[in-house]
């Protein structure tokens, strides 16, 4: 492991991930080496069993309150031929309100991945809804095969003083390229590959926004990704991002309608993740 971590983080992880490993009925010399995590529009594409709410695994240290599509349940599940772990419904770095403590928040986005690096980790598929930036190369219902990241205007990650890493290096360039040819085969859904730009929230960004992301390279935008990269980046794990797009540039959705939008797809995104899985965890 090339990257400096700190000392409590890496701790806490291992505490974290065995208590992890305990609830999901893994022995002490079981791995986790590979996971899914399921964004907005993916969460009833999969379910998980066993599976526990990631609150009963001392990961969450502030209530946050709920977020509709969202389980926050860890487990276990065969995709694409390969046992996998799954996170149903992640915790974002812009659910700090005003009553809960932005630190509280980072340490629960950090944990919620770290605890599997902890469980022997090595290959992360990362999905989650977007806004599109141009219809032309990602209309709303197409999917984006992350290729590279934009975080000027991410905001803090979850990441301690000396933890200095480049989230997009976590990206397999090779997994991500036999994903996007699998699925343009698939003939399910549209597929595009392209720059996911993150912002914090939890304000959705406006169509001027979009326009000034779309102008600057970016084809997508979203809350999420990049926190998890992040961390797989420390760890050596590596990524792949994927984003199904709910609305176009001009569309402005509450989070409840792009859960909806990807709830209505969940077959041809079920079968989505079964080729990307075949894909990437080889």
């Known amino acids: 492991m090339d990257h400096y971590i700190d000392r409590m983080m890496h701790s806490r992880a291992r505490d974290v991930g065995g208590t992890l490993r305990s609830r999901l009925g893994l022995g002490p010399d079981d791995t986790v080496e590979n996971l899914i995590i399921l ?45 996998c772990g799954i996170i149903s419904g992640r915790y974002h770095m ?17 944990m919620q991945f770290e605890m599997w690096c902890a469980l022997g980790l090595k290959r992360a598929l990362l999905t989650c809804g977007t806004g599109g930036l141009d219809d032309s ?21 979850p990441l301690a003083t000396g933890e200095y890493v480049t989230p997009s290096a ?11 040819r699998a699925l343009r085969e698939l003939k399910t859904l549209r597929v595009a590959q392209g720059i996911y730009a993150m912002v914090p929230g939890p304000n959705v960004e406006s169509c001027h ?13 979203g809350m999420s990704l990049v926190p998890s990269m992040c961390i797989a980046a420390l760890h050596g794990v590596q990524t792949v991002g994927l984003a199904f797009v709910t609305n176009g540039p001009d569309g402005v959705l509450s989070h409840k309608q792009n859960t909806l939008r990807g709830a209505e797809r969940k077959d041809e995104l079920r079968e989505c993740l079964e080729v990307a899985a075949r894909a990437i965890f080889v």
């Open 94 to 110: 812009g659910e700090a309100s005003m009553a809960t403590s932005p630190s509280s928040v980072r340490m629960m986005v950090r």
């Open 209 to 221: 926004d979009k326009g000034v992301l779309q102008s600057l390279g970016a084809t997508v935008v």
């Open 170 to 180: 976590s990206i397999d360039q090779n997994a991500s390229e036999r994903i996007a």
């Open 137 to 157: 190369i990602a209309p709303a219902g197409s999917l984006v095969v992350v290729r590279e990241l934009m975080t000027l205007f991410a905001g803090q990650m």
């Open 39 to 83: 964004g907005t529009g993916f969460g009833e594409s999969i379910a998980p069993d066993p599976s526990v709410k990631m609150r009963d695994l001392g990961l969450v240290f502030q209530d946050v309150g709920e977020l509709h599509g969202h389980d926050r349940r860890a487990g276990l599940a065969t995709v694409g031929g390969k046992r």
